[in-house]
């Protein structure tokens, strides 16, 4: 739901499901007694894992909510070591990749607690200030087995409390988070990890060389195990995303994509408590209708997923291409680099090159060429990055590890900083004619001097798909890019600077929108404003999605956040209840 006033995009206090039932979920208004006392039975069935949410940098306030509390040096002093590193950020559940999310940013720059990310030991963030628990979920539960799952959907039917999903906190939209929710939290759901060169999914006959991982497996983790047993695993370009969890759920790209396709082509078996409370395995063969929902429905619309299995790939070569010119780059100069990828792209993606495009940054990797037919094929691009006094490198790794270890580690996003995203999938038509190409490449230096476009090149152009097996928008089957751009705030922002990034976003990507009409965006990376957003997101899919949402969740207990910033909850009763004797200091 897209608001606007005078033609502004309003940050606003609402909701969307994005394939609720049209059955309204009934308000539930319980005493503050009888709420408390199914909390403590809830608390009891899960043999007491069921936690109160503070913020994570709490321990360098003195004040939450108005209400005087302890410094803990110690604490804060290790959080701020830590501030930015995603991999320490994931183990705290108050912790989100994209900080904003924590807060309710109606109400900044006091609707949360957050540090500078810049110098996180700076006192202007929190001496004499108040911490506040923003867009926080009031509880959560450590999820271990799926009966947790299953006692928290029952409360949350029987209470009218909302559920909030969160698994590493990399969600740039949100969706993790929400202020008055009762969290199911999945991060420790990694024990599940398992390695079949003959994997038959339940009910079928066909195997796969598949891994079979819980949610809160690092994506990582999964690389070095497959390396060690001589495969290749497709997933993202993190080290600390759960590669069994959103990531999929939404698309899921890598850079191998455009040759193995995405991470709804790859997951061949799911099982997931739905929001009727089953256990269920959706795979090819049983719950065909859910498999095809969780492939690219995105989120947690259908359900909690407690385990998938991936088919993997044998060991890869790797080509890796490497260009830079950062600091000898100036508009000028980028405006011409970017005409020459753009020139060059229909030939890279016949030829099965995928990687990342930032600014005056390339690097490429290709499974199919040889070293010698890399380096050709890479020979414009680079002569370009070399005459700027750049560096140019097309070396041949031995496996993705290697190159996983050289390059992405210091090269993927950073955590900590306040960022929002606004993306479009950009079709092969427009790379494919002199006119298409000159349109892309007018468009996008027209635009930076406000950003330089961040292009993943992931969509899985060579990739055999067979039609109508997953859902995300069909877009991606007929681009070559995804293109992406983004916009920062600092951690005190102003309500009004806040909400005019959101504005710049979507009235920069805007641009990309109206030169690709009957395209697409990407679900996990997509503008919290997207304007049809369904159709952006799910194509021809949506009503498909529709239809299986009602039959699975036909009073949508189980939303997906698409639009707004602090969530609503059912009742104030709920925010009342954060300080019971068997609650306390716990978080």
């Not at 939303?559 to 209840?577: E, H, K, P, T, V």
Request: glycine residues 8%; aromatic residues 12%; contains cysteine.
């Amino acid at each position: 739901m897209l608001y606007r006033s005078a033609g502004r995009v309003l940050l606003v206090t609402v909701s969307f499901v994005h394939a609720r039932a049209d059955v309204p979920r009934p308000v539930i208004r319980l005493s503050q007694q009888a709420l408390l006392r199914e909390l403590t039975l809830l608390n009891e069935s899960v043999d007491g894992r069921l936690f109160a949410v503070t913020p994570w940098e709490l321990p360098c306030f003195s004040n939450l909510n108005g209400i005087a509390v302890a410094r803990n040096d110690t604490e804060c002093a290790a959080i701020q070591a830590n501030y930015t590193n995603p991999l320490f950020r994931a183990t705290h559940f108050g912790a989100y990749m994209i900080p904003e999310w924590e807060t309710c940013q109606t109400e900044s720059p006091s609707g949360g607690c957050l540090l500078d990310p810049s110098d996180p030991s700076d006192p202007l963030a929190f001496d004499k200030a108040a911490c506040h628990s923003g867009n926080l979920a009031s509880y959560f539960i450590d999820v271990r087995y799926y009966t947790d799952v299953q006692k928290a959907l029952r409360f949350s039917e029987m209470t009218g409390i909302r559920l909030s999903v969160k698994n590493k906190g990399h969600d740039y939209k949100g969706r993790s988070s929400g202020k008055g929710t009762l969290a199911l939290w999945v991060r420790n759901l990694h024990d599940q990890f398992s390695y079949e060169p003959e994997f038959v999914p339940e009910g079928c006959s066909t195997s796969y060389d598949a891994v079979t991982i819980g949610p809160g497996v690092l994506t990582q983790t999964i690389y070095e195990y497959a390396d060690a047993v001589n495969k290749t695993f497709i997933g993202g370009y993190s080290q600390s995303v759960g590669a069994g969890g959103g990531f999929f759920l939404g698309g899921g790209h890598s850079v191998l994509s455009p040759v193995y396709g995405l991470a709804v082509d790859r997951v061949v078996q799911v099982k997931v408590v739905t929001a009727n409370g089953q256990y269920l395995v959706a795979n090819e063969c049983s719950n065909t209708d859910l498999f095809f929902a969780l492939r690219g429905g995105g989120g947690s619309a259908f359900g909690v997923v407690m385990e998938s299995s991936h088919r993997l790939e044998p060991q890869l070569t790797l080509q890796v291409a490497s260009l830079n010119f950062t600091g000898h780059s100036n508009l000028s100069t980028l405006a011409i680099w970017y005409e020459t990828l753009v020139n060059e792209t229909y030939k890279w993606g016949t030829q099965g090159w995928g990687g990342h495009i930032v600014g005056p940054t390339l690097i490429f990797v290709n499974s199919l060429l040889s070293n010698a037919d890399a380096k050709a094929s890479m020979r414009t691009a680079a002569d370009f990055a070399l005459a700027q006094g750049g560096t140019a490198i097309v070396e041949e790794l031995p496996s993705y590890l290697a190159f996983f270890n050289k390059y992405v580690t210091l090269a993927e996003a950073s955590v900590g900083p306040e960022l929002i995203l606004g993306s479009r999938l950009i079709p092969t038509s427009l790379f494919e004619s002199a006119e298409g190409r000159e349109t892309l490449s007018s468009t996008i230096a027209g635009l930076l001097s406000f950003a330089s476009p961040y292009i993943p090149v992931v969509p899985p152009f060579l990739y055999n798909y067979t039609e109508g097996t997953t859902s995300v928008t069909p877009a991606w089957r007929r681009s070559l890019w995804h293109l992406s751009l983004h916009n920062v705030w600092s951690w005190n922002s102003s309500v009004d600077y806040i909400q005019e990034q959101y504005e710049a976003v979507t009235q920069h990507v805007q641009q990309f929108r109206d030169i690709t009409p009957g395209s697409g965006a990407y679900f996990n990376e997509g503008d919290v404003y997207e304007p049809n957003h369904t159709y952006s997101y799910w194509g021809n899919n949506y009503e498909r999605l529709l239809s299986i949402k009602k039959r699975y969740d036909p009073v949508g207990l189980l939303d997906c956040w698409q639009c707004g910033l602090c969530i609503l909850d059912r009742f104030n009763a709920f925010n009342l209840l954060t300080h019971f004797s068997w609650l306390e200091g716990r978080k």
